[in-house]
């Protein structure tokens, strides 16, 4: 039936993975951040995600119970946030501050169970039940598909992909602004190149840290928000099942560059989605259970051939 | 408080560690990919506890009948540890459970055969668990084999006027065991699949793929948890237009499916369950109990979840003894014929009936619960479709 569009291509495997590309993106800015300013890798990442989600998933309803009013999820992702960089704050004051000075796989444990409660948390308040965030499917935006349709190349695309979209350029342009123009921001990359440099030219490390945990928390509920509108649902281990593809996507584009993450991102996420599509002939290039493997060997092999990444990133 | 606090934690723990009860290990997919499914399950077996309990208990002493839940998650590995230290810590007589086929076999294989512990299985329908015991009769289950419902879906898709069919499966024992039969029998039957191929569960997106498989045809049959993927196929499917009708079975079969994706747009989609024949005597007998304590009995398995642990009490009661050994004997003698007929609930006069010498034979709340030579029985289906935004189902005949 698709010979009928003639765009199949970018309608069902160019945007969704680019979609899927901006959800790695900034998931994978946050653990960039932390893997190059702390020095570990925090497992708790997508657990932070999730919780932001749930937390926006309340607001929406609480604001619709309480006041009558229904919230745009972004809308409601504003407290999301606050909570989640407080979540964040308060993690690393009493879990991941006391392992500071001790060798990393301390604190990289300590982030393990602090996933594991994190997500038993949710379970526990919450319970262990999928929950609906928009009920319904989304239809493609009409305006935008008879626009295309006249000029014979139809695009099928819903709102809450643009907004996906829209939002993680948005967010792009003002860390961009953040890490080069302010003097936090470049306090970032000072500690991220050398912590003790930095130190030594007057830079407060532990201001720095908690700079990081914000601009990482914030990221983590922006893709935590996204990937729950794209899915229209919640479940506790959906931010789980985004941490490897987001460690690939900041190996990838080089540990404690941001945007070598948005860049691996949206290559793990496109990789994944054109990993399918008939190249050759009918069949789908290979089979769909197997894309997830095609985001792990892309990063294999950068491991391999480059592995300070795309963009000259911290080798550990 | 305290002091009652205390006295209550007391009671408890003496309850638990008592060695006069007679502790049965029940493994449920609490939590995992479906929850809504399982918790009715869960109130059945609990049901059957509170009638056995209620009515004498076990033996001729009276002792209690507990039940030892863990969380099986609906996963292989979670159901190995949690069926383990059932086993070996809390030393239950036998395992009634666990919910899904993969989870049954890796814990069977891996834990209870090795032990020799009984497992009666209360909803795990594939295929491949028919001939695993390999000759130590330890594996039962009370619902019907995927053998049959494949068959039953295809004949189903055929009388709907299908003759083409893409077919999406996760690759677990459950979802691929019935996808194969189906898209065996289909193909028989002189249907056309266009395509078959696995999918990975737990994905954010899955538009590439319905996106491919939607080029061959307009049908999908969608064999998936609800939980762990198949909620966003569906609507990754419609959302794109892949796909207009959907049929495949149990996994997908939760309200769940209704309020995340619409009553509205869900005009196309029938799924097939096992389910109790509503007009048995065995189901009419369950029906009352279970009103009576909250219990939804034409929920998906919540029958047979009764059975599994009322069948379990009577087979130790027949044995005499919580020895592991004796169980699997006993659990054939009160299932099969000869013996008197005894309806759900009917524990007391069970018990009457096998202290006095007699043989009983259990007529099944979900079905005739028979058990062949590998531990199976036979069961009905139903076909399922959206009605007033909940799930209706008639029986297939």
Known sequence: MWETFGFEFVNFYLIPGLVLGCIYALGAIGITLTFSILRFANFAHGEVMMIGGYFTWTAMVLSNDLFGIPLHPIIAAIPAVMLAIALFILVDRYFYKPFRSAPAIRVVMASFGMMLVIRSFVQAVWGPNQLTFVPGIAKPNELVKNLTASVDMMILVPNKHFWIIAGTIVIMLALSWLLTKTKIGKGMRAVSDSPELAKVSGIDVEVIVKATW???????????????????????????????????????????????????GLVIGLAEELSVYPWLGDGSLISPGYKTGVAFTIMVIMLVVRPSGLFKGRLF | MKPQIAAGLACYLMATTASADVVV??????????????????????????????????????????????????????????????????????????????????????????????????????????????GTDLVFRSAASDAYQGVALAELAI?????????????????????????????????????????????????????????????????????????????????????????????????????????????????????????????????????????????????????????????????????????????????????EVIQAGEFAKAKAILAAGGDIHYNGAAGPQDFDANGDVLGYFSANVVKDGVWEGTIIE
């Open chain 2, 25 to 134: 290990g029940n493994p449920m997919a609490v939590t995992g990919p479906i929850p809504d499914l399982v918790a009715p399950m869960v109130l059945a077996v609990d049901l059957a506890a509170e009638h056995v309990n209620a009515q004498g208990g076990m033996f001729a002493s009276g002792e209690k009948f507990v039940i030892a839940r863990a969380d099986s998650q609906c996963d292989p590995v979670a159901a190995v540890d949690a069926v383990t230290k059932l086993i070996n810590v809390s030393m239950v007589t036998a395992i009634v459970g666990p919910v899904c086929s993969g989870a049954t076999i890796a814990q069977a294989d891996s834990v209870s055969i090795p032990a020799g512990v009984v497992t009666l299985s209360v909803s795990a329908s594939s295929p491949m668990i028919t001939n695993m015991e390999s």
């Open chain 2, 159 to 339: 009388a709907k006027g299908i003759m083409d069919i893409a077919v999406s499966y996760a690759n677990d024992d459950y979802n691929a065991g019935i996808a194969e039969v189906f898209v065996n029998s289909f193909s028989e039957m002189g249907g056309t699949v266009t395509s078959n191929e696995a999918h990975e569960p737990n994905k954010a997106s899955y538009r590439a793929e319905v996106a491919t498989m939607g080029a061959g045809s307009d049908n999908l049959a969608l064999f998936a948890y609800y939980g762990s993927g198949g909620i966003t196929i569906m609507r990754n499917a419609l959302e794109t237009g892949a796909f207009s009708t959907f049929i495949g079975a149990d996994g997908m079969l939760a309200q769940e499916t209704i309020d995340q994706i619409g009553a509205e747009n869900l005009g196309g989609a029938t799924f097939t369950t096992s389910t109790p024949n509503l007009t048995t005597a065995g189901y009419a007998a369950f029906k009352g109990l279970a009103e009576a304590a909250d219990v939804p009995s034409a929920s998906p398995f919540v029958a047979n979840s009764y059975d599994a642990a009322f069948m379990m009490a009577l087979a130790i009661e027949k044995a005499g003894s919580a020895d592991r050994s004796a169980i699997s004997a006993s659990l054939r003698s009160i299932a099969n014929a000869p013996g």
């Open chain 1, 214 to 264: 914000c601009v990482g928390g914030f990221c983590a509920v922006a893709a935590g928000v996204f990937l729950a509108m794209d899915l229209q649902m919640l479940e506790t281990t959906m931010g789980f099942r985004m941490l490897l593809p987001m460690f690939a996507a900041a190996i990838l584009g080089g540990i404690g560059r941001p945007f070598g993450a948005v860049v691996g």
